[in-house]
């Protein structure tokens, strides 16, 4: 029979340090840009994996990082899971109170933390159970004066640890390498478990010529935050084929971004709507090469077609809409057209790549509507629900497990159609559809149909209740500057009109200055049906 | 924690059925050229699962295959493991002896056999111990006399099953899915049992960018057989993939190779040297198109670099020099350039295509001389073990096992060296190097240098004992036609002198028609020695 070799993240790093020894990792920290070969990133992970162990960290204990997307932060990926512990990346955007309650729920044992982020760490220290040793991710110099005990320098745990460190290699696979939590609708923040089996197996899936194609020849910039899903994945399987990679760090803007893509000669990027929304307005103020990309790939939320088209023949950039969520590690779906839709003329491709796309080799798929599975046709709709060796099966600690794991299958809260090509289209979360005289109206659609107007730079469509109609849908929608006296809400009424049935317009639109967002970036339309609340109702 | 779903051979035949049901399998068989969709080929394997249900097979049977490359052996790839059998693949060039053994010593239960393949089978069938039902794949009116019974055609087998047979999901994927017999020096040949884990992994590397990058738009065409460490695992990518696959049937010529990747627009091809060898030629006395090809995956043994060098230059065919073995389900390495490598003049280049390539991720390497393991500086010679969850870890009830894995690692018997790129060169077999006055010789070294002599169209070094030096080479020749009379033995040694050691020059050269060949195409070099034995102490 086969051998009983378990896929590890340890072997993947150790893959980078044998073959790709002098490919780089360019890492932007607050103390500016450097390079590192891996040889380097591999001896240093070392180093810290030694370290942490010195520090009473054992198999299976949570190590905690409160941090950007820089050098260190892929060492402590592969230095964490590479001795048997387990790297849990947490959210700097996330409130006080959640993140104390993360930090207990996860009983983390270690905390990394960025320079500038330690102030919030020291906001929140005196209501942390479990945290035996914080460390801040600088040299000895630049550490913080604080009273917080023990209290070490990155660089200085490194140069005490030892380079020939072992990675652990007799381990089971469905052991526990990372861990992350996701963002509730109400209530705390959720925990996801990932284990060594799943980050590998995920791992390959992005280096699938059909999905990401990710390779050795790539130079990639996750610009999603290292906290997030595990910057999709990216740092590891770049690891694990020797891509150059380049890490944006803290407080980036999209100037920054675009000096990176340009200077670094950047091929695939990743990242959510909004970040490429920023960019493109920058691209579009600026002169800057872009002609190094390959490809930019965009999950989190749909991008609006209009976007996409813009990045595709104004800059000529490959778009690659992508779908995943933190408890799938998250790749689902790729966006790409298949080799016979090639013949499909311009504006059907651009329909079809501003779809989620096909579901990766490894995973299973359905999509359940209120008769049972949907048929696929474009049109019926139904809940999307995943079952494959990269998707959890529970929270961690949290009895909202039975909510969103069932009978198998993780139930996603994504309202899909699937056409009969098989490509998915996201049509809302199930809690944001909008539920009119007994008939559901997609926020997303009309919100995309918004954005594609020259004058709006963001749209947000929530559900408002309706004395008569149960609920309707009310347009939020902020203007670019330079059209902010010149549109109103007539012009845009006018515009969606020809686009929709009537019964699926906003019964009103106001505008705002900006739309408030999650931690992650996406809208947060929680905030915004609670301040429309009762709009409809005194009007 | 992640779902524990587990990786199986019938979920990859599910993805092709749902996702691309329109995409085609092209086959070629003795009743001609036919073409079927997956959904197609999808029903088709299930009816196929279900009758041998039928017929008795239980979960862990085998069910043994002799066959061809076609449509037919493609549903038994997916049937038996879909139904928790095992897929056995025999290898239809082996002699009736080793036949008898191996579906013996594998206990096969269904016999599934190709209609050009059956004589063979009458002449076995009285020392089969463990065969219950005989298969011959076509249909009720091509089935031929016989007194075997049972006795099934194919499609009447078929037209009886159940099409919405579902395929096995809750098994572990360490259960056999596959096995192969490999050849060996001496004695029988030796089992190798395949996971479900396994071939999909397997699979996963395939498609990978940086190695095949197999993908949806290929258009797959393997040569290497069905019945040879599953066509390299191509039908299994294949199918996961949704890649359109042309399989090109029993007693195929250079001219029908040809003509099928003109008119079937092949993208990717696989085979051994020998295929290459044949297709050049023909190549060169016709007017092919040839232009869709965008790799030629070669194994098995090494290519000499002029045939690289034609394949590149004159035909622009990207060559893609790859290295595995049955024991390792087989993919090991890849010669692909490294992305850096591309500012090298062309010679280097070739020079770096010629050798095996890097190790794929996923498995571990390490080269061990007479010292232990070797520097990686291109000299070194050691021999190459491989560890990985798709290398076996025996031999099937085989007392041979011991030789070939110990201490968690597959002794490949294969002599390399590596570069400082991690890139490892084939030297030899450890059995095929001649050690003359206590130094190595390479004798693919010398096959390859004779072989980029225009003249030459076959050429193997072999060890012959000898009575001052232990063994000295000599150098067994086929020319080509048109030089048979032009040519001799001092041509070629001088052609020989300028680069080599004077030592290592072999000491003869002995003229064939013909180089003997192993089942699988490879130079039989241990009927060479037997017939060069007395070669010098006789002169």
Redesign the interface.
Known sequence: ?????P?TVG??M??AE???PEKQVISRTSGGVSSFTYIEIGKRTRRLASALAELGVERGDRVATLAWNHHRHLEVYFAAPGMGAVLHTINIRLSPEHIIYIINNAEDKVLLVDEDVWPLVEKVKNQLKTVEAFIVMTDSEELPESDISPLYSYEDLLEKGDERFAFIKDLDE?E?AGMCYTSATTGNPKGV???H??I??H???L????TA?????DRCMPVVPMFHANAWGLPFAAT???TTQVLPGPQFTPKLLADFIEKEKVTITAGVPTIWLGLLNELESGDYDTTSLRAVLCGGSAAPSGMIRAYETKYNVPFLHAYGMTET?PLVTVSKL??YQDDLGEEEKLDVRSKQG??V??L?MKVVGERGEVEWNGEDMGELML????????YYRDDRTEEAFRD?W?HTGDVVTVDK??IIKIIDRTKDMIKSGGEWISSVDIENALMAHDAVFEASVVAVAHPEWQERPVACVVLKDEYKDEVGKEDLMDFLKPQFAKWWLPDDIVFLNEIPKTSVGKFLKRALRAQLKDHLVIK
């Open positions: 029979m086969m051998m009983n070799v896929l072997a993947m150790e893959r044998q073959f790709f469905n526990p478990v990932y284990s089996r799943g590998v197996l791992s390959f899936a280096g699938l010529a059909d194609g990710l390779s050795e020849a694990m084929l020797g590690s298949k080799s096909l579901l080799p490894g299973e079952r494959g060796p990269w998707i959890a099966n529970e198998g993780l090509e098989g």
